[in-house]
């Protein structure tokens, strides 16, 4: 029995020796988690939930946009269309758009593409646009437009002047474009047929029968240009006999307010030197002299006449109309008839009361005063009268105001006797 104790003893020491070291061995397996050994941390349901919401919040809708024109600068009004259709979001089926034009709250389309008009001219203006997904997540992006003014491109006016339109062969005419305008410094350009005849803004030409269309074109520094044309008529001389003048007539005015003043000119040829003039209005000669300025004032249509005589006697006559009306302050008013009453409208038995009408008005002064009792004449043509009534009823007691020119106004006060 010893023997088995002896051999037994150890046998169960060796065995438990075994169990205690395998017993550590296992406990130095287990490490407690940390971030040197972050594949030991198993996350809790809760741990991972959380991380799933943080990635489907952080995952915003990805924003992209094309615009025609391309370019997002244009002249007022500028229209351009904005095109966010390739936008993308990597969780979401669906996307929302919202346009807002000037950032000012307001949606103009809830569409993937959209058309903008800006009328007013500025810098920096603002689109607005707000995408967001099935999930709640939004993407926001303004987009800048710049709407300018147009450079507007200024065109020269070009202005061709013919000191004479008309007359016998072998006489001056002098070209004039100097009345041209730009803001630019002007060139200048004459042709004949296609011929370049000058670059001169004025200059003479002596001329044979035959009819002449002169061309200006006007250029200015930036290239830009205008034409205008005039036409000169020539008449050949006859040999051996006299031809009556010919006479180009022009007034700077032809209408305007009186008084206003009027420059009158001429230009006439002849084929017979010492010519004579002789202006007429209403049969009244104005001026013996080619050109003169007069003042008209008074209304009316009048033909300004202009007779040129040569030294052998032959004449020409030339008419121009010109019309002068009156300014609106100047028109002639009507009156304005006015009565003050001094005593009582309405009585027992018998009224008396005086009527006045000097405060009746007109602008050049009233000149007649009418008192009518209903229908019937009172005779009365002072500016006052009094009238007396005794008999029990109304009467209808009128004024009538006249001007210099005949217009009227009346007044009607009601008389009552009870």
């Known amino acids: 029995m010893q023997y088995l104790h002896n051999n037994i003893g150890p046998s169960i020491f060796r065995l438990s020796s075994i169990i205690l070291f395998i017993i550590v061995i296992s406990g130095c397996d287990k ?44 002249i007022a009004p500028f229209s351009v269309t904005i095109d966010a259709s390739t936008s993308i979001d990597p969780k979401a089926k669906n996307l929302l758009f919202a346009w807002d034009q000037f950032n000012d709250g307001s949606i103009e389309s809830t569409q993937s593409s959209h058309t903008f008009v800006f009328d007013q001219v500025g810098l920096n203006q603002i689109i607005t646009l707000n995408v967001s997904d099935d999930l709640g997540n939004i993407s926001t992006t303004n987009i800048k437009v710049d709407v300018i003014e147009a450079l507007e491109k200024k065109q020269p006016q070009a202005v061709a002047f013919a000191s004479a339109t008309s007359g016998y062969a072998h ?30 803004a004025v200059f003479d030409a002596f001329l044979t029968a035959g009819t002449y269309n002169f061309e200006l074109t006007v ?25 009556p003048p010919i006479i180009q007539l022009s007034a700077d005015v032809i209408s305007g307010e009186i008084p206003f003043n009027i420059s009158f000119s001429s230009h006439s040829s002849d084929d017979k030197d010492g010519m004579t003039y002789s202006w007429m209005l209403d049969n009244t000669q104005l001026s013996n002299t080619e050109n003169f300025n007069y003042t008209l004032n008074k209304v009316g249509v009048f033909n300004v006449e202009l007779t040129v005589t040569d030294s052998e006697q032959l004449t020409t006559t030339k008419i121009i109309t010109v019309t002068a009306t009156d300014s609106i302050q100047n028109i002639d008013q009507p009156p304005v008839a006015n009565i003050q009453v001094n005593g009582l409208l309405t009585g027992n038995n018998s009224v008396s009361v005086t009527f006045d009408a000097s405060k009746s008005t007109d602008d ?14 009172t ?17 209808n007691i009128t004024l009538i105001v006249t001007d210099l020119s005949g217009q009227q106004d009346r007044i009607t006060q009601i008389v009552t006797v009870n």
């Open 219 to 243: 250029t200015n520094s930036k290239g830009n240009f205008s034409v205008d044309q005039v036409t000169v008529e020539v008449i050949a001389v006859i040999p051996d006999k006299n031809q």
């Open 31 to 74: 490490r407690p988690a940390t971030l040197d050994n972050p594949s030991t941390i198993q996350p809790t349901a809760t741990t991972l939930d959380t991380q799933l919401k943080t990635d489907q919040t952080n995952l915003t809708p990805l924003i992209n946009f094309t615009s025609s024109p391309s370019t997002l600068t244009g």
């Open 171 to 200: 006489f001056k005419v002098t070209l004039d474009g100097s009345n041209s305008t730009d803001e630019n410094q002007l060139t200048y350009s004459w042709t004949q047929n296609s011929q370049l005849v000058s670059t001169s």
């Open 364 to 377: 050049r002064n009233v000149i007649t005063f009418q008192w009518l009792i209903g229908d019937v004449d």
């Open 379 to 395: 005779g009365s043509n002072t500016s006052s009268f009094t009238g007396n009534f005794s008999i029990v009823g109304q009467y």
